[in-house]
């Protein structure tokens, strides 16, 4: 997944080049690529025999769940949830607009950057996380994450040329790409609620964030094409200070009546 998020603005950028259709026909033929793929060679794992008989109808967002969230003990994680999702998306629903129109960037150069931007996430992910979350703790980097976010949307606006394009994103995709998996790491550890489902909720608020995160992108960029990243600065920033006072280095976990003291 992490490869195909890579690559994919990258192809798509060039291909947009030729002619702005042409990456919607390559995910379409590679979406009916991965259907004749799962139908020949992919098994059902589970038989017949072992499947679940439920007549249970399913139900529609359960919005007093998640209100009642926020006043649990993870609560103001799953605010930081959100702020992960709504920073990210914040930044990338107009990303491409607010390149064409201040830097004059094409397709293939959005496409590039956001290729660039993908690599420096896995890459942060995959081997700066652990290492920094096992020395300083979930905590710290959370909130070290947060001041070099908010830091990172204020250096975007003032980017002038393609180097500092290139270093202003990787300074915020990199205090970004930190906090979604610390956020969840701490979220699962300080479950009073069972993991499944207070992992379940990180992922509604997320959900949530994406969904707000481009309209507020979207309405903000036609006053001024700089107000998303100042104001996701400043809600960054906003998030950092409460941190401040909410996070604590040592909390209570427990599970199924076990309680205990847990150091980050």
Known sequence: MGVGMVLGPGIGGWMASFSLSAPFFLAGGLSLLALLFIFLFLPESLPIEKRAQSTARINGPQLRELWNALFSPIGFLLVLAFLVSFGLTNFESVFG??????????????????????????????????????????????????????????????????????????????????????????????????????????????????SVGPLWAGFIYDINLSYPYWSGSIIMLLGFVISMFKLKTEEPVQFEGHQSQVAD
């Open 97 to 210: 607009l607010y390149a064409y129109a201040k830097y004059d960037y094409g397709p293939r150069q959005v496409g590039g950057l956001l290729t660039f931007i993908g690599l420096i996430s896995a890459i942060v992910q995959g081997d700066l996380t652990g290492p920094f979350t096992r020395r300083w703790g979930e905590v710290n980097v959370i909130k070290v994450s947060l001041l070099g976010s908010s830091i990172g949307f204020a250096l975007m606006v003032l980017a002038d040329s393609f180097t500092g394009v290139l270093l202003t994103t990787g300074f915020f995709v990199i205090s970004n790409a930190m906090l979604r998996p610390s956020v969840s790491a701490l979220i699962s550890r300080r479950a009073t609620m069972g993991q499944g489902v207070a992992m379940g909720m990180n992922n509604a608020f997320m959900s949530l964030g994406r």
